[in-house]
């Protein structure tokens, strides 16, 4: 069985792999074919984002109505709580530590896979996103636990993903939550609200 694990924030990328993953099918047209995912579980990070009860909130939400194991791992570090609206929204190597943790996750679990959202639209602010990262992460992953990363929305813009997700999958993208800041509606300011206003149209 192929068992992957998805890092999981409840935003649109991962909400949008997520519902790839549970699906039959993938691909489309001549090139759609079996789904090789037999069976995925979601994981969440706290580690002490501004958005936190926001962000899981809404991640728990969707993987509830949609049946979907979903894991929790807090990270106490404090160089990765930071204000991502006023100030720089780059955490420091948060992507590797993600990664590096769910590959120990995955091991354990008997996991061969872990499925990271990374888009086009994130290559230009964050550096672990871009391609050469993600295969430098993938073999070093394969190389520490066996097990593969896989960044299938590397080559598509969120504004695909929004439109894809509604038309593919019937997605309703007010469940998700993508705002940095912790307030009860979205700041409309910070740079995941820009991306994520754009890409809906909004």
């Known amino acids: 069985m192929n068992r992957a694990i998805l890092l999981y924030s409840g935003g649109i990328d991962s909400t949008y792999l997520l519902h790839e993953l549970l699906a039959k099918t993938v691909g489309s047209g001549s090139r759609q074919r079996k789904n090789p995912v037999d069976e995925v579980a979601c994981l969440s990070f706290n580690y002490g984002q501004p958005h936190l ?24 570090f404090p160089f990765l709580r930071q204000d991502m609206v ?15 943790v769910a590959g120990a996750i995955a091991k354990f679990r008997g996991s061969n896979m872990i499925f990271i959202g990374c888009t086009q639209s994130d290559y230009g602010v964050f550096p672990d996103c871009r391609p050469s990262f993600l295969r430098s992460a993938d073999e070093t992953l394969m190389g520490a636990v066996g097990v593969s990363l896989i960044s299938p929305l590397v080559g598509m813009k969120k504004s695909d993903i929004v439109a894809d997700g509604r038309k593919k999958h019937g997605i309703d993208w007010a469940e998700t939550w993508s705002c940095y800041s912790g307030d009860d509606e979205p700041c409309g300011e910070c740079l995941a609200c820009q991306e994520r206003n754009n890409a809906l149209g909004d």
């Open 53 to 76: 009860d926001k962000e899981l909130g809404a991640a728990k939400r969707i993987t509830d109505g949609l049946g979907v194991e979903h894991l929790f791992e807090k990270l106490d």
């Open 86 to 100: 006023g100030g720089d929204p780059v955490g420091p190597n948060r992507n590797m530590i993600f990664i590096s």
